[in-house]
Structure formats: C-alpha cells, structure tokens
C-alpha cells in the first residue's frame, strides 16, 4: 500500500523552498528574507516599503499580475542582509531607496 501526504503536507513542504512557484504567481516573486540578521539590519523596514509601494500584504499579488510577495525564513545570504530574492535574484543589503531603484529597473 502506497503512502499518501495529505495536501496540507504536501504544501508545506512545497511552499518551504523559494525556487517553487504556486499557482497564481506574479511574473516576478519576491521573497524578503525575515530571519535574525535581516531582521537586525531592517527587513521589516524592507517589508513596510514593499507592501506600501506594491499595495499588497504578504501572500498576495499585484492585480496586475506582476508582483508577488511572500516572507522567507532564511535565504542563506546574511552577508546581504537585509536582502530580498526576486525570482531567483538576491540583491542586497537593501534600503527602502535602493529597493524602489531595484523594482523600479525591472521590465
């Protein structure tokens, strides 16, 4: 008899890693990175100017379809922090200017 994962489960592990995109994703996907030291260096900075300049919360997308945003436990990266990941991008360390530079240059 096959071992079946219950969906939740399987969710949970699929929306662990980053590289997964779920139905619904923008075309960009931006992972902000919220553990200890990007934390410590801004990230929730980072995240009230996203959500601002997007319009969105974590979790959502832009209507346009452009923009994702979702909060990562760790992007193994904290020589960049406080970073994001767009797509499979990092950039970092970021501020609220360099991160409007940043999303402002996407085409």
Do not use: W
Request: charged share 20%; hydrophobic share 35%.
């Amino acid at each position: 008899m096959k071992d079946q994962s219950p969906p939740a489960k399987v969710k949970g592990a699929a929306s662990f890693y980053t590289h997964y995109r779920g139905p619904g994703d923008g075309k960009y996907v931006i992972h902000i990175c919220c553990t200890l030291p990007c934390a410590l260096r801004g990230s929730a900075t980072l995240l009230e100017a996203l959500t601002r300049k997007l319009g969105i919360g974590v979790g959502q997308t832009t209507p346009d379809g452009r923009f994702t945003l979702k909060k990562a436990e760790c992007l193994a990266a904290c020589d960049l922090a406080p970073m994001i990941a767009v797509n499979d991008t990092y950039h970092g360390p970021l501020t609220p200017e360099s991160l409007d530079a940043l999303l402002d240059g996407l085409p």
